[in-house]
């Protein structure tokens, strides 16, 4: 299989017409190439060249060719992405593009997805504080980019917007050109990703310059990395603006092939000379210490850096349990940290003592013992929590649980509808007790969820329809949640197909078996579980279970099978998770206590019973006290 051909250009700022007008002539000169992958700013720097934008956006110019863009900043860049990113084909997992027109794809973010073998990662936007929809990256998406440097196997090219800050050091200084000394249009943070990834190609632009470094070893890799900066579309010094590779993908080479050192090849930019000794105690940290900062996930305030002898945890420490500076890192590897990370408590929570997404956040906000299911003490208080479920959604004790969404409750499960449901019949069944998945109850009380998986099922049916049962069993989920959502049924053949495809498309392959009962399926479910990594399943209408076992250090996305759910009925609106019309969601409470829903459980006497159950409770103890009383005295 021959390498990929690949075209890479600098900013383009709207002049779509001369950039595809080169790319045919270079195509068809030294072509056929495969893609063109475009950095730097994309859209239109100025209103006059909106027109001739728009003619490819609209289709009344063809793109010549697949190709792919970062840069999305510029005039009309808010109104054309907004509206690709409503786009019905464009919702799901899209990290290989979003497609704005034909052959033109935005790839938003930062992601990482294979072209022909090449193991492409991006970041896109530029650096900003203003919490800007397009046009800036955020720190999730630099944080997504540090978990992929963790993964295995080589990223073959890496596409950011602007230079990284001193990739010039260490560099021949007779083919650095002059501009490239200038600060503006580098950024520190890319030089911290690019030393991390360790990519074989790393393009960018912004600063409109040619600039191709020679190549430079990495830290821990054996390859080298080769930077190239290309200068902007048209631009009046007669730069280079576009530029050919066809690299072989890293995948299919031997060691021998990628560990190759050219001639000319130099140290890194990013790194920094050993100190001879060792470093001699600070009691804060360095403000200008880059060296510092690619090792630290947050700028902390002042305050807490000038805290005393260094009591910052150190993220490389938590998020992978080492870290390549040892003893001269200035921050803190606390293996009881990594332990408590491990065990899913939030890395907002342990590194900065609070975390802002608040409801929002997936992860254990409080440390976890060893036990299966310990009593556990909060981040920053010295009292046990006795009083966790007050803080869990799906705990009935909880004053944050969304009592009127409640259809029936049982001995071990109770049943409710999905507070953002992907269709208005959406359903979750939920241990009573405090449990992190469904196979942490048990074995003795799996007919109850039987019953349950019956009547739901007979429910549905009557309905024209099929249920999809899935769950995520992970340490990061506090309370467990089996999610039941219904497709026609004339589309439930189609199940299977789709969640294989969008894991395979994610780099996974779900295992499949079937079974003529749920109860031999839930058996050999809990024989494939270890509690030691993740774990995703679902049960596809015609009895087929869907698994895969995912390492702790895999990435795999929680809401997998609510996205497959919304690829097969794309034309379902999906409410905010965290929003919800109560006079709706009471139409559906009413419309779904079925009575083929209630063999076995009781139905529900009023929204709020749940609430008041231990209140009825007390009150008749009390009650039945004072009557003992009245009979003994004779009253």
């Given at each position: 299989m021959a390498a990929p051909r690949i075209l890479l250009a600098g900013d383009v700022f709207g002049r779509l017409n001369q950039l595809f007008k080169r790319v045919q002539s270079v195509n068809k000169s030294a072509g056929p190439f495969d893609a063109l992958f475009c950095v730097g700013q994309f859209f239109p720097d100025s209103p006059e060249r909106l027109e001739e934008f728009m003619n490819y956006v609209e289709g009344r110019s063809s793109v010549p060719l697949p190709t792919y863009f970062i840069g999305d900043y510029g005039v009309a860049a808010p109104k054309v992405l907004s509206t690709a990113s409503k786009n019905s084909a464009n919702l799901g997992f899209k990290m290989d593009g979003l497609a704005i027109c034909e052959n033109l794809h935005w790839l938003r973010g930062s992601g990482k997805f294979s072209f022909q073998g090449l193991s492409i990662v991006y970041l896109s936007g530029r650096s900003s504080s203003e919490g800007q929809q397009f046009g800036t990256y955020s720190q999730d998406d630099v944080d997504a980019l540090r978990a992929l440097a963790e993964e295995s196997g080589v990223v073959d090219l890496f596409l950011t917007n602007e230079w990284p800050s001193g990739v010039t050091t260490r560099a021949s200084l007779a083919d650095v050109p002059a501009e490239a000394s200038d600060s503006s249009g580098c950024d520190p943070a890319i030089s911290e990703l690019v030393a991390e990834i360790k990519p074989r190609y790393h393009i960018a632009g912004t600063k409109d310059i040619f600039?191709?470094?020679?190549?430079?070893?990495?830290?821990?890799?054996?390859?080298?990395?080769?930077?190239?900066?290309?200068?902007?579309?048209?631009?009046?010094?007669?730069?280079?603006?576009?530029?050919?590779?066809?690299?072989?993908p890293a995948c299919t080479m031997s060691a021998s092939e990628i560990s190759v050192m050219p001639s000319n090849a130099t140290l890194s930019p990013y790194t920094f000379e050993e100190q001879t000794g060792r470093l001699k105690e600070v009691t804060k940290r360095p403000g200008d210490s880059m060296s510092d900062s690619q090792y630290w996930r947050y700028d902390v305030s002042k305050k807490r850096q000038k805290s005393g002898d260094g009591d910052g945890l150190c993220f490389k420490f938590i998020y992978t349990g080492s870290c390549?500076?040892?003893?001269?890192?200035?921050?803190?590897?606390?293996?009881?940290?990594?332990?408590?990370?491990?065990?899913?408590?939030?890395?907002?929570?342990?590194?900065?003592?609070?975390?802002?997404?608040?409801?929002?956040?997936?992860?254990?906000?409080?440390?976890?013992?060893?036990?299966?299911?310990?009593?556990?003490?909060?981040?920053?208080?010295?009292?046990?929590?006795?009083?966790?479920?007050?803080?869990?959604?799906?705990?009935l004790s909880s004053p944050n649980v969304e009592s009127h969404l409640i259809i029936s409750v049982g001995e071990n499960y109770y049943c409710a509808l999905a507070k953002g449901p992907l269709v208005e019949d959406h359903v979750l069944v939920i241990p009573i007790e405090h449990l992190p998945n469904t196979f942490t109850l048990s074995q003795e009380f799996e007919s109850e969820l039987v019953r349950l998986h019956d009547s739901l099922q007979l429910y549905f049916q009557n309905r024209q329809k099929e249920a999809v049962l899935f769950e995520w069993v992970s340490k990061r989920v506090s309370h467990a949640n089996l999610q039941v959502v219904p497709v026609p049924s004339s589309r439930a053949a189609a199940v299977p197909d789709i969640f294989n495809m969008a894991a395979k498309k994610m780099g996974f392959k779900l295992v499949s078996k079937k079974f003529d009962n749920i109860l031999d399926r839930r058996k050999w479910l809990r024989t494939q579980f270890d509690e030691n990594s993740n774990f995703f399943y679902a049960e596809v209408p015609d009895g087929t279970i869907l698994t895969l076992s995912v390492d702790e250090n895999e990435k795999f996305p929680a809401q997998f099978g609510r996205e497959v759910r919304n690829c097969l009925l794309i034309s379902e609106t999906i409410q905010n998770y965290f929003q919800c019309d109560l006079s709706h969601s009471d139409q559906m409470l009413s419309k779904c206590v079925e009575p083929e829903m209630q063999p076995f459980h009781l139905p529900l006497l009023g929204p709020y019973l749940v609430q008041q159950v231990e209140v009825i409770i007390h009150l008749a103890l009390s009650l039945c006290r004072l009557l003992l009383v009245a009979y003994e005295t004779g009253l």
């Open positions: 600039y191709a470094r020679e190549p430079y070893s990495n830290t821990d890799a054996v390859h080298v990395t080769r930077f190239l900066g290309l200068a902007s579309v048209g631009n009046p010094k007669k730069q280079k603006f576009i530029h050919a590779i066809s690299p072989t390549p500076r040892g003893e001269q890192c200035n921050f803190q590897h606390d293996m009881d940290s990594r332990e408590q990370f491990r065990r899913g408590v939030c890395l907002d929570l342990l590194l900065k003592g609070k975390c802002e997404k608040g409801l929002e956040c997936s992860f254990k906000h409080e440390l976890q013992n060893e036990a299966e299911n310990p009593p556990r003490r909060r981040v920053g208080s010295g009292s046990m929590t006795a009083n966790r479920s007050k803080e869990c959604w799906f705990c």
